[in-house]
T-cell receptor, first 113, second 112 residues
Framework: AQSVTQPDIHITVSEGASLELRCNYS??????LFWYVQSPGQGLQLLLK??????LVQGIKGFEAEFKRSQSSFNLRKPSVHWSDAAEYFC???????????FGKGTRLHILP | DVKVTQSSRYLVKRTGEKVFLECVQD?????MFWYRQDPGLGLRLIYF???????EKGDIPEGYSVSREKKERFSLILESASTNQTSMYLC???????????FGAGSRLTVL
């Protein structure tokens, strides 16, 4: 069965430091891949998506993610985090077979001043 | 700006009560979804709908039902609320031609 794994439940980084959030998926073919962000008390907002083509995708708020087929990964990165980036981040995958969207369990990002 | 609106942000209900969670989207999207979000468990799909009067069970439909009488509105119903249904409920929609979801702000339900 298809699955999405976010190995880190919590991550803490200092403001201004770089960030990488990990995401691994399990699916035979190339899936559609997403990162969403959820600020406290809010719904989820799309950060970026990968469907095909260039494996490095740019998103909103200065985030980027790289699709690596050999590692079945789609890690989210930001070169310098801001206090407003404190939120929960969800990786998601859509499989072509039935268009179901499968979410990871999320990574909560904490920012130290 | 396109929107998915969940009219009740916070609800407190008693065990056994019937609970309605309403979701309205103004984007003419065909597909609508209800998720439940719990700490450490991420988002779990309860029900979804591909069109008016159509519904499909998701991964955790037990104890829930849904109604979609109009394209823009998708209601989640708890026939007899239980304490283990205390959770954050998220509604989302998407057009049939795209895989990107637009989410509402969520409804936090507490069942006492």
């Amino acid at each position: 069965a298809q699955s999405v794994t976010q190995p880190d439940i919590h991550i803490t980084v200092s403001e201004g430091a770089s960030l990488e959030l990990r995401c691994n998926y399990s699916y035979g073919a190339t899936p559609y891949l997403f990162w969403y962000v959820q600020s406290p008390g809010q719904g989820l907002q799309l950060l970026l998506k990968y469907f095909s083509g260039d494996t490095l995708v740019q998103g909103i708020k200065g985030f980027e993610a790289e699709f690596k087929r050999s590692q079945s990964s789609f890690n989210l990165r930001k070169p310098s985090v801001h206090w407003s980036d404190a939120a929960e981040y969800f990786c998601a995958v859509v499989t072509n077979r039935d268009d179901k969207i499968i979410f990871g369990k999320g990574t909560r990002l904490h920012i130290l001043p | 700006d396109v929107k998915v609106t969940q009219s009740s942000r916070y609800l407190v209900k008693r065990t056994g009560e019937k609970v309605f969670l309403e979701c309205v989207q103004d984007m003419d999207h065909e597909n609508m979804f209800w998720y439940r979000q719990d700490p450490g468990l991420g988002l779990r799909l309860i029900y979804f709908s591909y069109d008016v009067k159509m519904k499909e069970k998701g991964d955790i439909p037990e104890g829930y039902s849904v109604s979609r009488e109009k394209k823009e509105r998708f209601s989640l119903i708890l026939e007899s609320a239980s304490t283990n249904q205390t959770s954050m409920y998220l509604c989302a929609s998407r057009p049939v031609w795209a895989n990107v979801l637009t989410f509402g702000a969520g409804s936090r339900l507490t069942v006492l």
